[in-house]
């Protein structure tokens, strides 16, 4: 992997860590911290641990020695950027540009609009620069369980499905959603869902099990942290509704397939460790 591409995913883990604080933390003060105004905490808190959980997608990302073992990054962060600075240009009366907001807003927003313009285009640059580095994929040491590859397309097939009703429709298709959403939120929710079906498509694709640890990694982040969104926030769901308990059971499966990913490769790199120095000790 480049240098420049692992310095532009750990800039990106960075930018999402105090996008992710804005949200997270401080859900009912987007309209002094953030670059638009959310109306739901649920919404907010939700957005916040998406940022947060990217953030183990990208580090583990940039950490991997081998181009085939960190890509998986890429493509999701690029269609999240990409899809996120559409919907911001849809919608973009709605944000803090006006003189009404404080200095710092302004200054806030605008760097919102200067990220999700900047970033895409230098993913576009430094991918087509790795592309052309030689070198081959490693050979693949462990493919995924069938199990684990049927889980994966389920994710593409609701995220996709959901993920682009929202963004594309969002006046038709917010009933799809446990709780309620305007259209910026929709469609900022709906990038969040679509870039996770590519991240599972992409992760399918690999079959490779030290090639998806960062969707594991992402995937335990992502679970546990809206988990924690549903403990503050879950009265604002519609709890009579079946696409509440079917967000909840979504939640669950990600969360038990990152920790069977992030385990099951630890598990694989102890045996073997353990194999090296038996050998070095004959």
Do not use: K
Request: contains cysteine; glycine residues 8%; proline residues 5%.
């Amino acid at each position: 992997m480049l240098p420049s591409m692992r310095r532009l995913l750990m800039v990106a883990a960075g930018l999402v860590f105090l996008a992710g604080v804005q949200l997270f933390v401080f859900p009912t003060r987007t309209e002094e911290y953030f670059s638009w105004t959310i109306a739901a905490p649920m919404t907010a808190v939700f957005l916040g641990a998406a940022y947060w959980s990217a953030v183990a997608l990208e580090l583990t990302g940039a950490q991997a020695r081998t181009w085939a073992n960190g890509r998986i990054a890429i493509p999701t962060v690029f269609v999240f950027t990409t899809l996120t600075l559409l919907a911001t240009l849809l919608h973009l009366d709605l944000f803090h540009f006006g003189a009404e907001h404080s200095p710092a807003t302004r200054a806030v927003t605008w760097l919102w609009l200067a990220i999700y313009t900047v970033v895409p285009i230098l993913m576009i640059v430094i991918t087509a620069r790795q592309r052309r580095e030689p070198g081959q994929d490693p050979p693949r040491t462990r493919r995924l369980p069938t199990w684990i590859r049927l889980v994966l397309l389920a994710l593409v097939l609701i995220f996709s499905t959901v993920g682009l009703g929202l963004f594309l429709v969002p006046d038709v298709t917010t009933s799809w959603w446990p709780w309620q959403l305007t259209p910026l939120t929709s469609r900022a929710v709906g990038a969040w869902l679509i870039s996770l079906g590519v991240a599972a498509g992409h992760a399918a694709i690999e079959d490779d099990l030290a090639r998806i640890r960062p969707l594991g990694a992402t995937a335990v982040c992502f679970g546990l942290l809206e988990a924690v969104a549903l403990l503050r926030y879950g009265r604002e769901l519609d709890w009579s509704a079946p696409a509440a308990y079917g967000y909840v059971g979504v939640l669950a499966t990600l969360l038990v397939l990152g920790l069977w990913t992030l385990r099951t490769g630890r598990a694989r790199r102890s045996g073997e460790d353990a194999g090296a120095d038996q050998n070095v000790a004959h």
